[in-house]
Nanobody, 126 residues
C-alpha cells in the first residue's frame, strides 16, 4: 500500500515563497511519476506540476509556469514543490499524487494518478 504524506503548507502573503514536500512510503518512488494537483473552493481540480520517473521530465500547469518548480529525491523517497511569487489565486488544497505512467499527456490527467495524499492547505493573502 502506497502512502503519500504532504507537508509545508501554510498561510503566507502575496509574493512570498513556500516549499511543499511529499514523502512516499510503501514502495520505492523510483518507478513512480510524481505530481501535484490543487483544488480551490468552487473550482475544478487542476494540475500544478508533474515529474516523470523516466528522465525526470517535468510539466507545469499554465497558471504556475515560471513560478513553481517540481523536483524529486529518489533516495529520500520524497518530492518537492518550490513555490515562488505566490499569488492569492494560488490559494487551494495541494495534493501529492503518484502514478506508474511516465509521459505527457497522461500526467496531465488526475484520473491517471493511482495514489493521492490527504492534501495540505496553502493560503495566500493579498
Amino acid at each position: 500500500q502506497v502512502h503519500l504524506a504532504e507537508s509545508g503548507g501554510g498561510v503566507v502573503q502575496a509574493g512570498d515563497s513556500l516549499r511543499l514536500s511529499c514523502v512516499v512510503s510503501g514502495r520505492t518512488m523510483k518507478r513512480l511519476s510524481m505530481g501535484w494537483f490543487r483544488q480551490a473552493p468552487g473550482k475544478e481540480r487542476e494540475l500544478v506540476a508533474a515529474i516523470s520517473w523516466i528522465g525526470e521530465s517535468t510539466i507545469y500547469g499554465e497558471a504556475v509556469q515560471g513560478r513553481f518548480t517540481i523536483s524529486r529525491d529518489n533516495d529520500k523517497n520524497t518530492q518537492y514543490l518550490q513555490m515562488n511569487d505566490l499569488k492569492p489565486e494560488d490559494t487551494a488544497v495541494y495534493y501529492c499524487v503518484a502514478t506508474p505512467y511516465s509521459s505527457d499527456p497522461s500526467l496531465r490527467d488526475g484520473s491517471n494518478f493511482d495514489f493521492w495524499g490527504q492534501g495540505t492547505q496553502v493560503t495566500v493573502s493579498s
